[in-house]
């Protein structure tokens, strides 16, 4: 069925470290897959999203990388800073929806 | 610039009552529009979607329905609330045809007790 998963659920990383979050996902028909980003008590907020053909996009310091092959996606945060801290979902197109992944929790520790 | 509406912002509701949640997009024409709930410390669960007046998909039976009564409003609604209906509801938009960028309404908190 239409499934997207996402690792880990919680992720610790010092300041100015690097953050990545892995996600996978089921239908191969799958071309667009967005990242939001989500402050406590707040609304997702979409960050980068990238299509099916294109492998890498970047915007400052975050990144995104698709692998179709092996229906892989991931997002990088570089130079991580404390506002980075928050929930984000990973996701992947199907038809008229996107399924999104369960959330990873980032810290980002001082 | 195309806006999101929600309302009421916070509701508290006793167990059996009925419940409206209403959506509705400014600045696009012939929104797909999306309902999630989230509960508390969770993921996004899709609940409903419609690409049209009157065409909602239902993606997990509950005592829940939605309404597409207008082109940009989204109704989410129940005859009889339980307390697993508690979360965060949020509407979302996106444009028809040839993107899929969806965006976030500010959410609804609803409190069953």
């Known amino acids: 069925g239409e499934n997207v998963e996402q690792h880990p659920s919680t992720l610790s990383v010092q300041e100015g470290d690097s953050a990545v979050i892995k996600c996978t996902y089921s239908?191969?028909?799958?071309?667009?897959f967005p990242w939001y980003k989500q402050e406590l008590g707040k609304r997702p907020q979409l960050i980068i999203d990238?299509?099916?053909?294109?492998g890498e996009k970047k915007d400052q310091r975050i990144a995104v990388t698709l692998n179709k092959t092996a229906k892989h996606f991931s997002l990088h945060i570089t130079e991580t800073q404390p506002e980075d801290s928050a929930v984000y979902f990973c996701?992947?197109?199907?038809?008229?929806?996107?399924?999104f992944g369960k959330g990873t929790r980032l810290h980002i520790l001082p | 610039s195309q806006t999101i509406h929600q309302w009421p912002a916070t509701l508290v509701q006793p167990v059996g009552s009925p419940l409206s949640l209403e959506c509705t997009v400014e600045?696009?024409?012939?929104?797909?529009l999306y309902w999630y709930r989230q509960a508390a410390g969770r993921g996004l669960q899709l609940l409903f979607y419609?690409?049209?007046?009157?065409?909602i998909s239902s993606e997990v039976p509950q005592n829940l329905s939605a309404s597409r009564p207008q082109d940009r409003q989204f109704i989410l609604s129940s005859k009889k609330l339980l307390l697993s209906d508690s979360g965060f509801y949020l509407c979302?938009?996106?444009?028809?045809?040839?993107?899929?960028?969806?965006?976030f309404g500010p959410g609804t908190r609803l409190t069953v007790t």
């Open positions: 600045g696009t024409s012939n929104p797909n």
């Open positions: 979302a938009w996106s444009v028809l045809v040839g993107t899929y960028e969806q965006y």
């Open positions: 419609s690409v049209g007046i009157g065409q």
């Open positions: 239908d191969s028909a799958s071309n667009y």
């Open positions: 990238i299509r099916s053909n294109v």
């Open positions: 996701a992947a197109s199907i038809n008229d929806k996107i399924i």
